[in-house]
């Protein structure tokens, strides 16, 4: 999954955005992103569902974009579809990163899952802010192909608090959102990815030390 969800990040998602390859490109590493969490985390019911038909309705509506609808309108409601469907995936992955259980090298990626699930839930939040607010971004192309990419990238930019400064929030509302974002970005390795690292190593060395005994 992680592989996965770094594939689109930093690889399909930025190739989609110039045009190297077609969106369609994305949508499929989406549906192996959803088909990993369903068959290899979720262990509900209900967060099954949750993925899958985000997932469908995600993708139904941006062919219904492509096809020259209300644009904003269908805009919106792939975006709301599209963190719906980050939020499922994020919610399965935290169920079993953060559950009872020995802590293990898994559960450290899982985080890691959680942690770029982040941006991508911020991301939208910035996408629908420039549509809906008006002079929300300075710097921000909101061009189609480039619109995608380029929340995304100053997404993570905030989340990591590295702030190159070619895009800049304008709009008190999403300058607040843009503050949360950073400051999650630095409590969360900070706090909970951390405290997975030390508790994994204190298991290693505790497993080591009985095998040292029994020899």
Known sequence: MLAFQVLLMFV????????ALPTLTVDICRLALAAAAVILLSQNRWVTIAITVTFVVSVALTISLRSGSAVTIVELE???????????IAWAVAN???GDGKVSAHRIMGAVILYLSIALVFANAYRVCALLLHGAFSGLDMEQGHFAGNTLYFSLSTLTTTGFGDIAPLHPLVRSIANLESVIGQL??????????????ATE?????KTATKK
Do not use: I, Y
């Open 12 to 19: 399909l998602a930025p190739l989609a955005s110039t045009g």
């Open 78 to 88: 792939r975006f709301a579809a599209l963190t719906a469907f980050d939020l499922a």
């Open 96 to 98: 079993v990163a953060f």
């Open 188 to 201: 969360f390795p900070a706090t909970l990815l951390a405290r997975l690292v030390t508790l994994h190593a």
């Open 205 to 209: 060395v505790a497993a080591a030390g």
